[in-house]
T-cell receptor
Framework: DAEITQSPRHKITETGRQVTLACHQT?????MFWYRQDLGHGLRLIHY???????NKGEVSDGYSVSRSNTEDLPLTLESAASSQTSVYFC????????????FGEGSRLTVL | AQTVTQSQPEMSVQEAETVTLSCTYD???????LFWYKQPPSRQMILVIR??????QNATENRFSVNFQKAAKSFSLKISDSQLGDAAMYFC?????????????FGKGTKLSVKP
């Protein structure tokens, strides 16, 4: 079965370190998204991509970057981790931008000390 | 900018009873989609139900149905015959139709507890 996987599922890092969260989907979806989930804020969009070599900033993109070199992967990089980036991160993909149905990964819990 | 508001941070329902989760949104667009997503304790979010704004008929998926009031910008979720497995965070979400706006705007969520 096609799926979307995130790794690592849990990570603890220190302030200032670079961190990369991986997202891999096997649905061949063009559209991929990264959200962060914080208590009291719901899900907020960080970055998204509509295809290879396409990346766009979302609502809370400062301190994050993404790259899309193939259809299957959209890694999220924190160039210099900050305590404010402690959160649960969700990757999602969708086949069609019109219908908007997203398929989510299981999430990556990141703690920045 | 579009916003989505869920005014009930937490709700509780007795098993086999019916519960309604509220959602309001703000938009100046006429064409859009609305969604309810469920996030069980295992954390993977799944789509519960979807409504196209141009459709007057309320969407239904088994025990889940919505009350879509376009003029009032209201989109509530009704869960009938609640089951223990319905316990989860529920997120209401909005998506503008077409164009480059392929991303969803989520509310802050409602935590639903189901009592046996």
């Amino acid at each position: 079965d096609a799926e979307i996987t995130q790794s690592p599922r849990h990570k603890i890092t220190e302030t200032g370190r670079q961190v990369t969260l991986a997202c891999h989907q096997t649905w061949n979806h063009n559209n991929m998204f990264w959200y962060r989930q914080d208590l009291g804020h719901g899900l907020r969009l960080i970055h998204y991509s509509y295809g290879v070599q396409d990346t766009n900033k979302g609502e809370v993109s400062d301190g994050y970057s993404v790259s899309r070199s193939n259809t299957e992967d959209l890694p999220l990089t924190l160039e210099s981790a900050a305590s404010s980036q402690t959160s649960v991160y969700f990757c999602a993909s969708s086949r069609d931008t019109n219908t908007g149905e997203l398929f989510f990964g299981e999430g990556s819990r990141l703690t920045v000390l | 900018a579009q916003t989505v508001t869920q005014s009930q941070p937490e709700m509780s329902v007795q098993e086999a009873e019916t519960v309604t989760l509220s959602c309001t949104y703000d938009t100046s667009e006429s064409d859009y989609y609305l969604f309810w997503y469920k996030q069980p304790p295992s954390r993977q979010m799944i789509l519960v139900i979807r409504q196209e704004a141009y459709k007057q008929q309320n969407a239904t998926e088994n025990r889940f149905s919505v009350n879509f009031q376009k003029a009032a910008k209201s989109f509530s979720l009704k869960i009938s015959d609640s089951q223990l497995g319905d316990a989860a965070m529920y997120f209401c979400a909005y998506k503008q139709y077409g164009g480059s706006q392929g991303n969803l705007i989520f509310g802050k969520g409602t935590k639903l507890s189901v009592k046996p």
